[in-house]
């Protein structure tokens, strides 16, 4: 097998085209690099350069080879990542989601050995588990493989905030359809939701915000609706500083209840089952909350 020094040197030198620029950028001496040059063509059994008596070229072949050997240099720097990153996920559980409610709900429990993955996810969720990139995902659908299991943890049920002139506050019952010709305000970072308003209310008129306190600021001084949710008021930043002079109207379409799933590889079902039972009573407790709520119908 060659050494990797050998292949890094070769893929600096295509990169840089001198021996002394080579060295330099290795942090040798331009003799040990013409010695790594000569090595690396003796291993191989071919000729790598072209030498004149003033310059070095690299030949066809060797051309191939430092795409080559940058090709492997870049497998082994993924494979290090990956390896790495599967270690850091047996000390920490990384967590990821499709929508911003169940994190509320997780982020409630401050857990310390919780790494929260940054981005909504839009991929395939199992193969991010099988990668080893998150060791739990929260969703509304549960994971169906032969390697997964997925824990009902709660439903997050969405309700819209009016104001008291607003004609739909007299309503008995509100649905989506109700709502598509009005002009709602809603946090940028919704996940999933966000297709669900567009494809419900193909013809209402969203104002995103992508500054928590900005989007209080606007809704204080407005009367604009806006939706929440059972999860919204333990949030740190979405769920603070909203109106309390809106009618709250829950609404009844089955999409506007969310059940939500912890999915992870059977195999770290023990490992997670402290803060899947925790995640489930926190949910218990905020739907308890919700229910009492004085804004509650």
């Known amino acids: ?5 050998l292949l890094e ?44 008596p003033n310059k070095l070229y690299l030949s066809e072949t060797g051309k191939y080879a ?16 990956r390896v790495q990153q599967f270690n850091q996920n047996q000390a920490t559980l990384t967590i990821a989601a499709n929508a911003p409610g169940p994190l509320i709900v997780l982020r409630a429990l401050k857990a310390p050995n919780v790494k929260i993955w940054p981005d909504f996810l839009t991929t395939d969720a199992a193969a991010m588990l099988a990668d080893g990139q998150v060791t739990c995902v929260l969703l509304n659908h549960p994971l169906d493989t032969f390697d997964t ?36 305000m809603s946090p940028q970072g919704i996940g999933f939701w966000h297709r669900i308003h567009q494809e419900q209310m193909p013809d209402a008129k969203f104002i995103y915000q992508d500054q928590s306190q900005v989007y209080s600021e606007i809704l204080n001084y407005s009367s604009l609706p806006f939706f929440t949710t059972n999860l919204t008021n333990p949030a740190d930043d979405w769920g603070t500083g909203l109106p309390q002079d809106r009618i709250v109207k829950p609404l009844t379409d089955k999409l506007a209840h969310q059940p939500f799933y912890a999915a992870f590889l059977t195999r770290h079902h023990d490992r997670l089952q402290p ?23």
Do not use: C
């Open 9 to 52: 040197a070769l893929v600096t030198y295509a990169q840089v085209g001198t021996l002394a620029k080579t060295a330099q950028q290795l942090g040798v001496t331009q003799p040990a690099i013409s010695h790594t040059m000569r090595h690396l063509e003796e291993q191989l059994g071919v000729q790598l350069f072209i030498r004149t």
């Open 66 to 81: 430092a795409r080559e050997a940058k090709k492997l240099l870049n497998s082994n720097l993924n494979f290090t990542q």
């Open 149 to 184: 299991t997925s824990v009902f943890l709660g439903t997050e049920n969405m309700s819209v905030n009016l104001p008291s002139d607003s004609p739909l506050a007299h309503y008995p019952t509100l649905r989506f359809k109700d709502l598509n010709d009005q002009t709602l």
């Open 1 to 5: 097998m060659i050494d990797y020094h």
């Open 275 to 297: 803060l899947i039972e925790r995640l489930q009573d926190q949910w218990d407790r905020l739907d308890a909350a919700a229910t009492h709520s004085p804004d509650s119908p």
